[in-house]
């Protein structure tokens, strides 16, 4: 009776225990911890990577960077909205990657197993991928598969792709058979110019750069450029109209100046006499440029000359006078050459200054201006400010010649 007891025992627990063991394994071995994986630590974060093509990547396979294992693949479904590969990864959450991450598929030797890799891109990394992050297609990819480069190398081998090899080879070795130095000294200009390039590849990118920024530019100004070529047509079309009146043109020039010409070589030597007669004359105006300015000085300026200021006692100056202006020519070069008033101590008179170069006889030597009231005469007195009597003062001006500006206009008082 015992003994039928421990059996039904046994065999209740055994149906118990196999029970237990189809329910756990309903799901396959997805759900068991395989040993020799990667270590995910107590706070893992998850990735999904979104591949074209993941090839015979399954759930379970590792997850690597840098060549070390960091984490595993927990799913890989499909998108039905885009057909492509979705594989949902599981990282140690003491792994930092950049927000830019990039994944590709690898096999671990030539025939080994697949695993993802996870790194930071080549260039311009930024951020930090975070949990629940997505790395779209274009950041992801996989390595060549054996297959493929076997599947290539038939293609070459098949249909007598090995003849043509040997082909190429043959023909290869007659070129090179005896121009040894030559090839050599090909190949060594060929190292100095991709060496020379190296060093300039900055200028070559930066010209590169404004080639770009001047087809920019010129796109820009497309409808410019087409509205200019098409109103050249029409002045194109009016130059062919004209085109015989050109021609003409041109070949009355061709004998104007083969005239031209005959008359600069008959004239040459009566151009050269004239310079030669010109040299001694701008000799001594070159040795006069000093004086030149210095003349000019003492030119009448009205109302003053320009060292009359140096007369005055003061900052300013009163001025009484009546002017008479004689516009003749004659009476300008008479009074001009005889001022009747005295000048002002130390100046020079316009008569002195302007009769040697008018060919005037010897001119008396009277300044421009007389000796004003105040200045180096002695003090103003009642005398200097008497007024003519009006009508008198009408009478007698024509007849006088003196005044302030008697050197330069012939009158005034």
């Avoid at 479904?77 to 990282?91: S, Y």
């Avoid at 130059?239 to 031209?260: H, I, K, P, Y």
């Amino acid at each position: 009776m015992i003994r039928r007891c421990a059996a039904a025992l046994a065999a209740a627990g055994l149906a118990l225990a196999l029970t237990s063991g189809c329910g756990v394994l309903t799901s396959g071995l997805r759900g068991v911890d395989l040993p020799g994986g990667a270590d995910l630590g107590d706070r893992p974060y998850s990735v999904t990577v979104e591949f074209a093509d993941v090839v015979d990547l399954v759930p379970q396979s590792l997850v690597k960077v840098a060549d070390v294992a960091v984490g595993s693949v927990r799913e890989v479904r499909l998108d039905p909205a885009t057909w492509r590969a979705l594989v949902t990864v599981d990282v140690n959450g003491d792994v930092r990657l950049p927000a830019n991450a990039v994944a590709r598929v690898r096999t671990t030797s030539l025939l080994g197993e697949k695993f993802v890799q996870l790194g930071p891109p080549p260039s311009g990394a930024t951020g930090t991928l975070s949990d629940g992050a997505r790395i779209p297609i274009e950041r992801s990819g996989r390595a060549v598969e054996v297959e493929e480069v076997f599947g290539a190398l038939a293609m070459l081998l098949d249909g007598g792709g090995v003849g043509n090899i040997r082909t190429i080879a043959v023909e290869l070795n007659q070129a090179l058979e005896g121009n040894e130095p030559e090839i050599r000294s090909l190949l060594e200009n060929l190292d100095t110019l991709v060496r020379a390039l190296d060093g300039r590849k900055g200028d070559i990118t930066r010209a590169i750069d404004g080639l770009n920024r001047l087809a920019a530019t010129l796109d820009e100004g497309r409808p410019k450029i087409e509205n200019a070529l098409q109103d050249l047509g029409p002045g194109i079309e009016e130059l062919a109209a004209q085109r015989e009146q050109l021609v003409d043109m041109l070949q009355s020039l061709d004998r104007l100046s083969t005239v031209a010409l005959d008359v600069v070589d008959r004239s040459r030597e009566d151009l050269l006499a004239d310079l030669r007669m010109l040299r001694p004359t701008l000799e001594q105006l070159a040795a006069a440029e000093q004086n030149l300015p210095r003349s000019l000085e003492v030119l009448a300026s009205p109302p003053f000359t320009d060292a009359a200021a140096d007369g005055f006692a003061g900052d300013f100056s009163n001025l009484y006078a009546d002017i008479y202006l004689d516009l003749g020519l004659d009476g300008l070069l008479k009074n001009i050459l005889n001022g009747g008033l005295p000048a002002l101590p130390g100046l020079p008179a316009n008569a002195q200054l302007l009769a040697p170069l008018l060919g005037a006889p010897t001119a008396p030597e009277l300044p421009l201006l007389g000796a004003l009231p105040g200045l180096g005469g002695g003090p103003a007195t009642s005398a200097d400010r008497q007024e003519p009597e009006e009508e008198k003062e009408e009478d007698a001006q024509p007849e006088r010649r003196g005044g302030l500006f008697g050197g330069l206009f012939g009158g005034g008082g």
